[in-house]
């Protein structure tokens, strides 16, 4: 995770190109059950359509079933998004300690001989808080569709998120999280699918991949495959702030 951060910053930093205001968009396209069909056959031939839940037949909040469509599918993309983050962090943290401090106070960062888990627990409150007041920060830019978008429940483009105009006076300067060093300006319509839809794939495994790293943590023996490099975690994985925060 620390490594994906740090990524994110670097490639920020030099993503000040100079660039048109993000016009707002005017048209809305709503997808249906249909489409989640004809998608599934590109994710997975093999398997196909798979909604064991019926949740494509769902209607969240009386939003109507397109807009729980389009909120199922922005879901799964973003959790697919910091999936593969997580389990590429939980690989470099096993192995990798960064050699600057991790504190103005100068504190290390965690050893590597402790698990990812541990070394959650380990990182100081107030550098915690710092992580979740950012994502906080991008949860609400992209619920409110960076004043441009409409929301992912109204027709916005699955996975899409809302640029950051950075100055609103006579010059401005767009700040795309998606692709900052603007990369894949010229990619075609075709491959843009294409890397769409690996996306998709490459998200469900990562979810997969991670909740395997946990689990085999966690609860000895329940991946076999990892039986081997798991190590005992005594923590409470689903509590992020254990022993430095509770509202009781």
């Known amino acids: 995770m620390k490594t994906a951060v740090l990524a994110s910053l670097i490639a920020s930093a030099a993503a000040f190109a100079p660039a048109s205001k993000p016009a707002r968009a005017s048209v809305a ?35 109507g079933n397109e807009a729980t469509i389009g909120f199922l599918r922005q879901s799964e993309i973003k959790h697919g998004r910091v999936a593969m983050a997580a389990f590429v962090g939980y690989i470099v943290q096993s192995n990798i300690v960064f050699p600057w401090a991790q504190t103005t106070a100068g504190a290390a960062h965690p050893s590597p001989d402790l698990l990812p888990e541990e070394q959650w627990d380990a990182v100081p409150l107030g ?3 710092q992580i979740f007041v950012v994502i906080s920060a991008l949860e609400l830019w992209d619920e409110c569709g960076g004043g441009y978008l409409p929301h992912y429940t109204k027709g916005r483009k699955p996975g899409e998120f809302p640029k950051f105009d950075l100055f609103r006076d006579n ?23 294409r890397r769409l839809v690996a996306e998709i794939n490459n998200g469900r495994l990562a979810m997969l991949g991670i909740f395997g790293f946990v689990s085999a943590d966690k609860v000895e023996g329940s991946v076999p495959l ?22 009781f």
Do not use: C, R
């Not at 997808?31 to 590109?42: G, R, S």
């Not at 398997?47 to 839940?53: I, M």
């Not at 010059?171 to 699918?193: A, C, I, Q, R, W």
């Open 226 to 247: 990892l039986g081997d490099i798991a190590s005992p975690y005594s923590g409470d994985i689903m509590v992020p702030f254990e022993g430095q925060f509770s509202y």
């Open 127 to 129: 550098a915690k808080w």
């Open 171 to 193: 010059v401005h300067f767009v700040l795309d999280l998606y692709d900052p060093l603007g990369f894949n300006k010229k990619m075609s319509d075709e491959v843009k699918e």
């Open 29 to 63: 396209v709503q997808e249906t059950k249909a489409d989640l069909e004809a998608l599934a056959q590109k994710l997975n031939p093999i398997v196909g359509y798979y909604d064991p839940l019926s949740l494509a037949d769902a209607d969240f909040w009386g939003l």
